[in-house]
């Protein structure tokens, strides 16, 4: 079980680009998420899913977009990078009902 | 805004010491979770406490939950320096279908564990 990956690991962009973040989960969680983290900011939820095919809004979705077109995997765009954006970026998952996020790695998100 | 509040903000003690770190809350919850995060990695998941739960043990952590303060604290005994690390409370206040789906997390209390 590899558990929660997040592809890619480190990324720089320009103000104005665009990419994207991939999760994938291979414990058939129902849930998933993402969250940004910032420093002496804890983490704050950018978008969820509690099921193929539907996304909702966290605390701060402003700037990014989802998508969770198949179970496994949880998408997180960001169609045009700010410099506000540069942050830690984590994905996690958790089984229906359960209360337990297992989270991936992280993403090292820069923008100039 | 965040929903917990961990306190202290970071904790230096030396390595055979007890470490206790505190969360308080503003709504009721359904339960309250524990993680830890090693510097550079996602968060690790270390206790649940449910809301009609005051006192778990798991090893060497010991979590209670005082619901009519709406706080919690973490107690790691006999410490070490691999427990160096940063420990975040996250309530989960949802309800219904989709309970259980999403969390709200503090700002995390630094442990430093001194050899």
């Known amino acids: 079980n590899a558990g929660v990956t997040q592809t890619p690991k480190f990324r720089v962009l320009k103000t104005g680009q665009s990419m994207t973040l991939l999760c994938a989960q291979d414990?058939?969680?129902?849930?998933m998420y993402w969250y940004r983290q910032d420093p002496g900011m804890g983490l704050r939820l950018i978008h969820y899913s509690v099921g193929e095919g539907t996304t909702a809004k966290g605390e701060v979705p402003d700037g990014y977009n989802v998508s969770r077109l198949k179970k496994q995997n949880f998408l997180l765009g960001l169609e045009s990078a700010a410099p506000s954006q540069t942050s830690v970026y984590f994905c996690?998952?958790?089984?229906?009902?359960?209360?337990?996020?297992?989270f991936g790695p992280g993403t090292r998100l820069t923008v100039l | 805004s965040q929903q917990g509040e961990e306190d202290p903000q970071a904790l230096s003690i030396q390595e055979g010491e007890n470490a206790t770190m505190n969360c308080s809350y503003k709504?009721?919850?359904?339960?309250l979770q524990w993680y830890r995060q090693n510097s550079g990695r996602g968060l690790v998941h270390l206790i649940l406490?449910?809301?009609?739960?005051r006192e778990k043990h798991s090893g060497r952590l010991r979590v209670t939950l005082d619901t009519s303060k709406k706080s919690s604290s973490l107690l790691i005994t006999a410490s070490r320096a691999a427990d160096t690390a940063s420990y975040f409370c996250a309530t989960d206040a949802t309800g219904g279908e989709t309970s259980g789906s999403r969390l709200t997390f503090g700002e995390g209390t630094q442990l430093t564990v001194n050899p």
């Open positions: 414990m058939n969680h129902e849930y």
């Open positions: 709504t009721s919850i359904n339960n």
């Open positions: 406490i449910r809301s009609n739960e």
């Open positions: 996690a998952s958790s089984a229906l009902l359960s209360g337990e996020q297992f």
